[in-house]
């Protein structure tokens, strides 16, 4: 910590500036609103993402079931059913022999259902209940109806080259958003008799099973989760913006009671500086008082501890030994005076130290040059001891 002086040589104590506790505050407040932002966006990706692969789920399971059930029918080389004028009517791209058969008891005409003429009736039914679209496509149709739209046409040359095995993307139709979804035939035994002519060979994917699933109940579904998870988002951001506001009002009510303490102790260490300086300042005023009159006086005068340090002493006592005020201050009579006169010192102030009463003694006191010199040694008693 810094300090800077005051009142000619005091400290006083330089407050570093603080950062505003409400700054803390708004970041606290911005960074639990960012973490919960992007925890929303993430969980909301993840219910589109989620959305998606259902529609996805669901059609690539209407595509595995048309490939079950064709494969039945493959196997069973067509089924025979009671032709329907209007909805089961013999299919124009079959060979004319052994399409058609009649009932020899009731008359009545059946006739052969091949593994693609199954399919688009299913699919044809299908659409009717659940909206999900389908029908088989080829780049080389027999039936003209067949032909691919230009998304199926580049998804179908992926497949026919092997690139993937299945091609799936959301498009836009004129009734909304649909997962498009569709997966390669491939050429076996049963399919030889009417794709041969067209050059096909066993393993060669010959087309696809394209199917149309709507988003619209998906992403209906997605959009209530979505409400719920804004919901509870919201909960949580405003269990963390009280949790941060309570937190920081308890922090900032200590930091007030911390600051109110410390405003206190700095005025307390103020007035006791200042208390300080004006007892240093009155002591050196009274000491220059003091200096000034025994500098002034007729007679050497000196004032010692009782260890026998010279505590001060005036110029006409320090010039009777032919020394300076600064080499006698802090030394003793050992030091100053030959042995014959520091033992006469010695044993004049004992008696002083030990009756606590004033003594005059002359004999054998003599100054450098020597001239003799009398002394009236006197005590300064303070707290009950002499000083």
């Given at each position: 910590?810094?300090?800077?002086?005051?009142?000619?040589?005091?400290?006083?104590?330089?407050?570093?500036?603080?950062?505003?506790?409400?700054?803390?505050?708004?970041?606290?407040?911005?960074?639990?609103?960012?973490?919960?932002a992007?925890?929303?966006?993430?969980?909301?990706?993840?219910q589109?993402?989620?959305?998606?692969?259902?529609?996805?789920?669901?059609?690539?399971?209407?595509?595995?079931?048309?490939?079950?059930?064709?494969?039945w029918?493959?196997?069973?080389?067509?089924?025979?059913?009671?032709?329907?004028?209007?909805?089961?009517?013999?299919?124009?791209?079959?060979?004319?022999?052994?399409?058609?058969?009649?009932?020899?008891?009731?008359?009545?005409?059946?006739?052969?259902?091949?593994?693609?003429?199954?399919?688009?009736?299913?699919?044809?039914?299908?659409?009717?209940?659940?909206?999900?679209?389908?029908?088989?496509?080829?780049?080389?149709p027999?039936?003209?109806g067949?032909?691919?739209?230009?998304?199926?046409?580049?998804?179908?040359?992926?497949?026919?080259?092997?690139?993937?095995?299945?091609?799936?993307?959301?498009?836009?139709g004129?009734?909304g958003?649909?997962?498009?979804?569709?997966?390669?035939?491939?050429?076996?035994?049963?399919?030889?008799p009417?794709?041969?002519?067209?050059?096909?060979?066993?393993?060669?994917?010959?087309?696809?099973i394209?199917?149309?699933?709507?988003?619209?109940?998906?992403?209906?579904?997605?959009?209530?989760?979505?409400?719920?998870?804004?919901?509870?988002?919201?909960?949580?951001?405003?269990?963390?913006?009280?949790?941060?506001?309570?937190?920081?009002?308890?922090?900032?009510?200590?930091?007030?009671?911390?600051?109110?303490?410390?405003?206190?102790?700095?005025?307390?260490?103020?007035?006791?500086?200042?208390?300080?300086?004006?007892?240093?300042?009155?002591?050196r005023?009274?000491?220059?008082?003091?200096?000034?009159?025994?500098?002034?006086?007729?007679?050497?005068?000196?004032?010692?501890?009782?260890?026998?340090?010279?505590?001060?002493?005036?110029?006409?006592?320090?010039n009777?030994?032919n020394?300076?005020?600064?080499?006698?201050?802090?030394?003793?009579?050992?030091?100053?005076?030959?042995?014959?006169?520091?033992?006469?010192?010695?044993?004049?102030?004992?008696?002083?130290?030990?009756?606590?009463?004033?003594?005059?003694?002359?004999?054998?006191?003599?100054?450098?040059?020597?001239?003799?010199?009398?002394?009236?040694?006197?005590?300064?008693?303070?707290?009950?001891?002499?000083?």
């Amino acid at each position: 910590m810094k300090r800077s002086s005051a009142h000619g040589g005091g400290k006083a104590v330089k407050v570093r500036k603080r950062t505003p506790l409400s700054i803390y505050y708004f970041l606290m407040i911005a960074g639990w609103s960012l973490i919960v932002a992007v925890s929303f966006i993430y969980n909301s990706s993840l219910q589109e993402e989620h959305a998606l692969e259902s529609a996805r789920l669901l059609a690539r399971t209407a595509v595995e079931k048309d490939v079950i059930y064709r494969q039945w029918n493959s196997l069973h080389n067509g089924v025979f059913v009671p032709v329907v004028k209007g909805k089961f009517e013999p299919n124009p791209y079959l060979p004319v022999k052994g399409r058609d058969i009649t009932d020899s008891e009731t008359g009545k005409l059946y006739t052969k259902i091949n593994p693609a003429y199954m399919t688009r009736l299913v699919h044809e039914l299908g659409a009717s209940y659940s909206g999900v679209r389908g029908h088989i496509t080829s780049t080389n149709p027999i039936r003209k109806g067949n032909e691919p739209d230009a998304w199926e046409r580049a998804a179908l040359e992926k497949l026919e080259s092997r690139e993937e095995e299945e091609v799936s993307s959301l498009q836009v139709g004129s009734k909304g958003e649909y997962m498009r979804l569709i997966k390669g035939l491939e050429t076996n035994e049963s399919c030889m008799p009417c794709h041969a002519h067209q050059g096909y060979k066993v393993g060669d994917i010959r087309g696809g099973i394209s199917v149309d699933v709507p988003m619209t109940p998906f992403f209906s579904a997605m959009n209530e989760s979505k409400r719920t998870l804004s919901l509870s988002h919201v909960g949580i951001w405003l269990i963390g913006f009280t949790g941060i506001t309570l937190s920081m009002r308890q922090i900032g009510d200590g930091i007030r009671e911390r600051d109110k303490a410390e405003s206190e102790l700095r005025a307390l260490t103020a007035e006791l500086e200042q208390r300080v300086l004006d007892r240093t300042q009155a002591l050196r005023l009274r000491q220059q008082e003091i200096q000034a009159f025994v500098d002034n006086a007729s007679a050497g005068v000196f004032l010692k501890y009782t260890r026998g340090t010279y505590m001060m002493v005036n110029k006409l006592f320090a010039n009777m030994f032919n020394y300076s005020l600064a080499e006698v201050r802090g030394r003793r009579d050992v030091d100053l005076l030959s042995p014959e006169q520091y033992a006469i010192t010695h044993a004049q102030e004992q008696h002083v130290i030990e009756t606590g009463a004033a003594h005059e003694f002359k004999d054998g006191m003599l100054t450098s040059n020597g001239t003799p010199y009398g002394c009236l040694v006197f005590p300064i008693i303070a707290s009950n001891r002499v000083m």
